[in-house]
């Protein structure tokens, strides 16, 4: 998996690109950990390119969202192929995420209120 | 092309990087559904990694067996491994109900084979675990 980043206001995007697997949601896992670590508690990540998550990434995000609700920040989700939201769908992860069709869309929201 | 398709692996994670071509190859040679792939991709991907990770209380290693084959209907999937004895069938399903903070963050793994397969079968023979698993072609 390629992970890059960019910043747009106060919001860091993460963008994805290939599987979320027991390998790469590690990778994941570190990006995640490092935008918290510099006190950025704004984050959105990108699905667009994201053609399969297994239970390994799933665990990563509800970790992640678990302490940025804890510091009062904002994790949202946008962009994800039909059979990925299929799997956020089973394991009820959809009414977890703040989850958006379009990136746009997805920042419009985040910054709201800030 | 072959209808089938057998895998020895070690208990090693890396494994599952080395079955994802020949993996892949199988899969197009026999132009199976972008779905029952990933289904297939997502099933064998959490069954071994909780056969490696947690099948073993010591790091001497050990053979898991793994079958694909398919029919007109179905694609037929068995893993076989002298693991600590788990039926996933039995294993308690998360609660998709709950809050982020009730949810725990294990139990999706399993819960995710169950959910993408169309027939799940466990059965303990020796000091084997046997999981035959059918997704429907159809």
Redo the contacts between chains.
């Keep these: 998996m390629q992970i890059t980043q960019q910043a747009t206001g106060s919001t860091i995007i993460l963008n994805l690109k290939g599987r979320v697997?027991?390998?790469s949601s590690k990778e994941l896992d570190r990006a995640i950990s490092k935008i918290l670590k510099n006190e950025n508690h704004q984050i959105l990540i990108d699905f667009s390119e994201v053609?399969?998550i297994?239970?390994?990434g799933?665990?990563v995000l509800?970790?992640a969202?678990?302490y940025i609700?804890q510091v009062k920040g904002k994790l949202a989700l946008c962009t994800l192929k039909p059979?990925v939201r299929e799997?956020f769908d089973?394991?009820?992860f959809s009414?977890?995420f703040p989850i958006f069709s379009n990136r746009e869309e997805a920042l419009k929201e985040l910054s709201s209120g800030n | 092309m072959s209808k089938k398709i057998n895998f020895t692996l070690e208990n090693d994670l890396l494994e599952l990087k080395r079955i994802q071509s020949p993996l892949n190859i199988f899969f197009r040679s026999n132009h199976l559904s972008k779905d029952v792939i990933f289904s297939i991709e997502l099933i064998l991907e959490e069954s071994l990694k909780n056969i490696i990770s947690y099948g073993y209380p010591s790091k001497e290693k050990h053979e898991i067996l793994v079958s694909l084959e398919i029919t007109n209907k179905e694609l037929l999937l068995i893993i076989k491994d002298d693991g600590k004895a788990f039926n996933p069938i039995n294993h308690k399903d998360p609660d998709p109900t709950k809050t982020i903070e009730e949810r725990s963050v294990g139990g999706l793994g399993v819960f995710l084979i169950k959910k993408m397969a169309d027939n799940l079968n466990y059965f303990r023979k020796g000091n084997f675990n046997h999981l035959i698993i059918k997704k429907n072609l159809t």
């Design positions: 697997d027991t390998f053609d399969f297994a239970s390994s799933l665990r509800l970790t969202v678990k609700n059979k799997i089973l394991v009820g009414n977890l």
